[in-house]
């Protein structure tokens, strides 16, 4: 994309995401919002800088939690990571926007976003099984409001997982018990699910 090309990013009404059942932090009923949200029906792919200033519409974002032996995959967002308002936060969440481009592959487009995503920002050098754990919400802010997450654990055979992106910085495999002794330091959703998923 050129700085002039507008990214067009997949979302779904936030009253569809109320139709099902609205909740706020992590639910574990994860189908029947899969089934709705990600349904060509609803999706729509509108552009990024619009979007992140209007709380109708939910951006659908792949966050992807890796761990190896009972230890998580942590890292510090730097100043060049996209969203600004979460920088110089730590994060256990890998992942971000379902984009146009990734549309017309042969598999769904988020799958096909989710993969991108981990690949643009981290090198996996180990195999592993994943599971979709959970969807996630948060409305206390500006930046949850017009995001809803999609909870994605990674199981490592081997704890290999090193950044791509400079601005991830910080990284490192450590104990959940650690992490939820450090939680302050932690953008919401990364609390949200080191509180529901490891406490």
Not at 21 to 26: A, M, N
Request: contains cysteine; aromatic residues 10%; hydrophobic residues 35%.
């Amino acid at each position: 994309m050129t700085s002039t090309t507008v990214e067009q990013i997949l979302v779904v009404p936030t009253s569809l995401f109320r139709e099902i059942g609205y909740f706020e932090g992590l639910s574990t009923n994860v189908q029947p919002y899969l089934e709705t949200l990600l349904d060509p029906i609803h999706t729509s792919y509108q552009p990024r800088d619009v979007m992140e200033a209007d709380p109708e519409f939910k951006q659908l974002i792949p966050y992807c939690i890796f761990q190896h032996a009972g230890e998580i995959f942590y890292y510090t967002r730097g100043g060049g990571q996209g969203e600004k308002r979460l920088h110089a936060k730590r994060s256990i969440g890998v992942g971000g926007h379902v984009s146009s481009v990734d549309e017309n592959q042969a598999d769904s487009p988020y799958l096909e976003g989710m993969r991108r995503e981990i690949d643009e920002e981290v090198h996996v050098e180990s195999s592993y099984t994943d599971r979709c754990v959970g969807m996630l919400n948060d409305d206390s802010n500006d930046v949850g409001k017009v995001h809803l997450g999609i909870v994605h654990v990674f199981d490592l055979e081997e704890p290999k997982i090193r950044p791509r992106e400079k601005d991830m910085l910080e990284t490192g495999f450590a104990p959940p018990e650690q992490l939820l002794a450090e939680i302050d330091q932690f953008e919401t959703w990364s609390q949200i699910c080191l509180k529901a998923l490891f406490s």
